[in-house]
Nanobody, 130 residues
Framework: QVQLVESGGGSVQSGGSLRLSCAASGYRYNRYYAMGWFRQAPGKEREGVAGIDGNGRGSSADSVKGRFTISRDNAKNTLYLQMNSLKPEDTAMYYC???????????????????????WGQGTQVTVSS
């Protein structure tokens, strides 16, 4: 129904940058879907990193504010996460997620809750070394 494919992960030194991409496809997907980035480090719970609703309103976790920026290119059906000033604690598997509920459903808080999303990608690994 909806397929999500992440790319752009890799290994970088502390202070470096990466840009993650998430390509969405499928007959059900449209530009009004809410989309989000989540991450999970070994032994830790999944954490909401950033989310954006169908109207382009974004939200981000306090731990990444000022360093990470979420954006979307609706013409390309692609979600991005620009990550700057990376730290070793940003090391994790990063997942893209999508949900069809309209912008009126979402709050800044709910955009960061993984339980609200119906579709998930397979993830891309980000490793930051000190």
């Amino acid at each position: 129904q909806v397929q999500l494919v992440e790319s752009g992960g890799g290994s970088v030194q502390s202070g470096g940058s990466l840009r993650l991409s998430c390509a969405a496809s499928g007959y059900r997907y449209n530009r009004y879907y809410a989309m989000g980035w989540f991450r999970q480090a070994p032994g830790k719970e999944r954490e909401g990193v950033a989310g954006i609703d169908g109207n382009g309103r974004g939200s981000s976790a306090d731990s990444v504010k000022g360093r990470f920026t979420i954006s979307r290119d609706n013409a390309k059906n692609t979600l991005y996460l620009q990550m700057n000033s990376l730290k070793p604690e940003d090391t994790a598997m990063y997942y893209c997620a999508a949900d069809p509920r309209p912008a009126s459903y979402w709050s800044l808080w709910s955009l960061l809750q993984g339980s609200n999303y119906n579709y998930w990608g397979q993830g891309t690994q980000v490793t930051v070394s000190s």
